[in-house]
């Protein structure tokens, strides 16, 4: 079955440093999805970003980028120069072929991320 | 932006009381979730719908119910809510096929306390 593993329940920073969250995953399959989602204090969670199995090319979006390791089945996200308004729950989520599980995304437990002033 | 509404978004009730949590979509995505997020933050599918007239079991036992009469409503009931069932309630939809490949749009959520 499929497994999605954040180990940080809590990171806090000071602004403008930098800070990587963590996730390991796991599955059978060798075609899968894996997602990042931010959830702001207003309680919708916001997609971020989307990688195949297949595409292991690092990706960078403005201040965040992406780290998908398949050899230690890890998806890292850094944000660089962080900001106050970067404080958010970040999720990292994964999509299957297989697994017998029901349809939709496995959810890691999250990862509050405080940015401080 | 994503067009999917949900209310109550907060929602006070007594033991026993019969509730629904509404969740309406405008993109015609044929897809659509309930996830259910416990204070520790922890996500889990407890219902999802392919289309009309479709609805499954997610990973996580409820007692809710949900309905898919129409493509942009998805509905949850709770019958006779209990304090176990204080959580957050949120409610996706999506067009990708399955298994998914694509984007969760994801609603404000409906944060329910049940006294």
Partial sequence: ??????????????????????????????TYYLFW??????????????????DEQNEISGRYSWNFQKSTSSFNFTIT???VVDSAVYFCALSDFGGGGADGLTFGKGTHLIIQP | ??????????????????????CSQTMGHDKMYW????????L?????????????????????????????????????ARPSHTSQYLCASSESPTP????????EGSRLTVL
């Fill in chain 1, 81 to 83: 120069a962080s900001q």
């Fill in chain 1, 1 to 30: 079955a499929q497994k999605v593993t954040q180990a940080q329940t809590e990171i806090s920073v000071v602004e403008k440093e930098d800070v990587t969250l963590d996730c390991v995953y796991e599955t059978r399959d060798t």
């Fill in chain 1, 37 to 54: 989602y931010k959830q702001p204090p207003s309680g919708e969670l916001v997609f971020l970003i989307r990688r195949n199995s297949f």
């Fill in chain 2, 44 to 80: 889990h599918l407890i219902h999802y719908s392919y289309g009309v007239n479709s609805t499954e079991k997610g990973d996580l036992s409820s007692e809710s119910t949900v309905s898919r009469i129409r493509t942009e409503h998805f509905p949850l009931t709770l019958e006779s």
């Fill in chain 2, 35 to 42: 996830y259910q997020q416990d204070p520790g933050m922890e």
């Fill in chain 2, 100 to 107: 998914n490949t694509g984007e969760l749009f994801f609603g």
């Fill in chain 2, 1 to 22: 932006e994503a067009d999917i509404y949900q209310t109550p978004r907060y929602l006070v009730i007594g033991t026993g009381k019969k509730i629904t949590l509404e």
